[in-house]
Structures are given as C-alpha cells and as structure tokens.
C-alpha cells in the first residue's frame, strides 16, 4: 500500500491553464504539505495543513490554492498557469507531533509549455 | 531565516572508498536535523533524525553525525546502489507545524 499518493505523476499544459494535483495518505497523519522542488532539485516548503487547518502559507503566489477536504486529502489547485510553475510538486505527511520526519509522495512533475 | 548549505554538490567515488557529505546549518533552536535520500523520479525517501549535538544513528553503510553547526553523513564502502541525491534538513524549534528546510543535496555517484 502507498502511504502518500500523488496524481497525476506528470502533467503538462498550456500557459494560462488551470490544474489541480490531488493527494491521499494513507498514514493516519494529522498534518499535510506541499512542497516545490525546481531544476536545481532544492526543496521548499509552499503549505501545510492540520486537519483540514491552514498552518504553513509561505509566499507562494495566490494563483496556488490548496484545499484539504479532510485529513487525509490535501489537493493543489494552480490557476493561470506560468511557465515559471515548471517544476516538480512533492505532497508529504507527518504525525502531528513534532520531532518527526515527514513522508513524501512520488511528485508531480508539472511542465508548463 | 533557517539556512541549510550542503556540501559537495555532487561526488564520485569508486565502490568500497568511504567519504562524507557535510551538511552546515543556521537555525533559531534546532527541533531536529533531518537525512532523506532521493533517487531520480521519486520523492525523499526518510534516512535519519538527529536531534542533539553529539548524537549519532546508523543504517547499514551510512552513519550520521551532529555537531552545533553541522552534520555529516558518512558512507563507509559504498555501493553503486547508493548512489542517490542526498538531502539534509532542519526542522526549527519555533516553526508551527513539523516544517522542514532543505539543503540543495549532494548528488552521489558509486561506480563499481
């Protein structure tokens, strides 16, 4: 069983185009996160969720917009898609508590042509 | 601001010649300081936590290290089969949530 799903693994569309990435764990974590990780594979933080709460909003532009239905779901949804959102999107999980790693997906590898 | 500055930022060597790769960190209270290996496609795959100076974990051919400023991953007799990008991150004791601050990796490469 995959702990931390993605999908789809790769996506590529249209400037000006909306997408969404979806996200499932399986772990019975309480908190969830997106991350980017661009050419040079360095690995930021975009947003965190806890049961269902935004915690983590880093300074990500507002075309991007997560939604967590519950806790076991955290989605991505990117508007008016720019060339420069060409990169790779990680979901992760981890127990609520801290002092704990996190559990990362496969990634998005979204291509924005 | 948390930083994370990994070095080399890629490394070559020949099965079975042991190295190190440092990971070199500024942050406001360490929580804890974070091992990932990353193969090409795939996500971080969790190695190790450290979460106190002097404090050292090992798995297999890899041994962590943490000192106030720094960590060391060293790999004794390396395998082509470790070759991977290797990510070291910190977690601050003040940050909400279990946030983590990625280095940009150490690209390793065992040839056989």
């Known amino acids: 069983d995959t702990a931390v799903s993605q999908t789809p693994k790769y996506l590529v569309t249209q400037m000006g185009n909306d997408k969404s990435i979806k996200c499932e764990q399986n772990?019975?974590?309480?908190?969830m996160y997106w991350y980017k990780q661009d050419s040079k594979k360095f690995l930021k933080i975009m947003f965190s969720y806890n049961n269902k709460e935004l915690i983590i909003n880093e300074t990500v532009p507002n075309r991007f917009s997560p939604k967590s239905p519950d806790k076991a779901h955290l989605n991505l949804h990117i508007n008016s898609l720019e060339l420069g959102d060409s990169a790779v999107y990680f979901c992760a999980s981890s127990p609520l508590a801290a002092y704990t790693e996190a559990f990362f997906g496969q990634g998005t590898r979204l291509t924005v042509v | 601001e948390d930083q994370v500055t990994q070095s080399p930022e890629a490394l070559r060597l020949q099965e079975g010649e042991s190295s190190s790769l440092n990971c070199s960190y500024t942050?406001?209270?360490?929580?804890?300081l974070f091992w990932y290996r990353q193969d090409p496609g795939k996500g971080p795959e969790f190695l190790f936590t450290l979460y106190s100076a002097g404090e050292e974990k090992e798995k297999e051919r890899l041994k962590a290290t943490l000192t106030k400023k720094e960590s060391f991953l060293h790999i004794t007799a390396p395998k082509p089969e470790d070759s991977a990008t290797y990510l070291c991150a910190v977690q601050a004791a003040e940050t909400s949530g279990s946030r983590l601050t990625f280095g940009e990796g150490t690209q390793l490469t065992v040839n056989p």
């Open positions: 772990l019975g974590h309480d908190t």
């Open positions: 942050v406001s209270g360490l929580r804890g």
